[in-house]
């Protein structure tokens, strides 16, 4: 009952290196769907190298759809992207290795300020004016800064006029993935209180922002004059509100197969065992690739059009599926996840698989994984 795959479907002589590619055209599209859903201008955030998506590949591919900003967590990234030709405005917020204020001014690059101290440290770096974004906590104590310590806040901007320049108001939604408006009430009433002190302290014109993907799909109320999206343009809406296209395709080879009998232990610790005779390939990616280690029965991945079961443990560079009656010969080609449904799994399903979300699977794909783009 064996069927080998007929070797024209399959590559033998040269293996498919294990592959991230990603679909510019999908999220081109993502654009025009959060387009839909706002008048208000967009952010493209590229944080964490485009979600894994590479930032310069999806930035681009969202500046030519339309999106009028750029958003990183730190200026190296919004350099890089200077660097690739980008010449829409860049927000960088959280900046972890500290400030480099003369880069700033020099790559024109936005920097959100969520503290006194930032904004001191940033007046003493600053030889050029840098454009600053006043960062408000609108409810995740997790940045920016409390409405109370705004006045003080302002005070320091005030004197540091000429060295900072204040062009945004920014906030950000703790809880936009219940697609609740209710839910971000407190936090548009507070931004609203925190831009309208920026305006009676008499500063220009502000450029005001609150909403991620969830809120820009999903609450109107949160958009002000600008909505900051990052997961919706490789196609994860964490509202789940909204269907978005899969902006990338995970491939990687069957490097191995063999026809097993019942009662074989599989992986280490023997944590699976063949309940009959069937024939294993070995795929080769593992957890240093980013295939969660621990995962939900059901996890699975394409071949040759068919789901297959993952059995056994994750090991660090391959993983072992179960493909019944067919046998794969080396060089046959698996997809861990795509955007064409079916057989092939989604980055929602391994997020459920690995009871995480689908921006830990997109994010954690490890660096020996080629990319290349559609
Ligand atoms: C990551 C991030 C975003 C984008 O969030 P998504 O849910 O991925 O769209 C927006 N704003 C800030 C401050 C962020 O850190």
Redesign the pocket.
């Known amino acids: 009952m064996t069927t080998l795959l007929t070797p024209e479907r399959v590559t033998l002589s040269r293996l498919h290196a294990p592959t991230l590619q990603t679909i510019p055209d999908a999220v081109a599209e993502n654009l025009r769907r959060v387009r839909a859903a706002t008048t208000a201008r967009i952010m493209a955030?590229v944080?964490a190298d485009g979600?894994g998506h590479g930032a310069v590949t999806v930035a681009r591919a969202a500046v030519d759809a339309g999106a009028d900003w750029l958003?990183v967590?730190d200026v190296a990234e919004a350099v890089a992207l200077r660097d690739a030709g980008l010449t829409v405005p860049i927000l960088s917020?959280?900046n972890p290795s500290g400030v480099d204020a003369a880069a700033a001014a020099e790559h024109r690059v936005d920097i959100a300020v969520g503290s006194i101290e930032e904004l001191r440290q940033l007046i003493a770096d600053a030889a050029d004016p840098v454009r600053v974004h006043l960062q408000l906590d609108t409810g995740m104590a997790r940045g920016g800064s409390p409405l109370e310590e705004w006045p003080e806040l302002l005070r320091l901007a005030r004197t540091g006029r000429g060295r900072v320049e204040v062009v945004g108001v920014m906030g950000?939604l703790p809880r936009a993935d219940e697609a609740d408006p209710a839910a971000n009430a407190a936090a548009v009433l507070r931004l609203r209180q925190g831009r309208d002190a920026v305006l009676r302290a008499g500063f220009g014109p502000v450029l005001v922002h609150l909403a991620?993907?969830?809120g820009a799909l999903t609450d109107p109320a949160t958009h002000f004059d600008l909505v900051?999206?990052?997961?919706?343009l490789v196609g994860v809406d964490?509202s789940e509100t909204t269907v978005l296209a899969g902006a990338s395709r995970w491939t990687a080879p069957v490097v191995h197969s063999a026809l097993v009998p019942a009662g074989t232990a599989v992986g280490y610790g023997g944590a699976h065992t063949t309940d009959r005779e069937t024939h294993l390939s070995v795929v080769g990616v593992g957890y240093a690739d980013g295939i969660p280690r621990e995962l939900a029965a059901g996890a699975g991945v394409e071949i040759a059009g068919t789901r297959h079961p993952i059995v056994g443990r994750v090991s660090m560079d391959q993983i072992v599926v179960d493909t019944g009656a067919v046998l794969f010969p080396r060089g046959a080609v698996a997809t861990v996840f795509g955007p064409e449904g079916g057989a092939v799994p989604s980055v929602q399903e391994w997020a459920r698989w690995a009871g995480s979300i689908p921006?830990t699977i997109v994010t954690g794909i490890g660096a020996r994984v080629q990319r290349s783009v559609a």
Request: charged share 10%; hydrophobic share 35%; aromatic share 12%.
């Open positions: 955030v944080k979600y958003g967590t917020w959280l950000h991620a993907t969830s900051r999206v990052g997961a919706g964490p921006h």
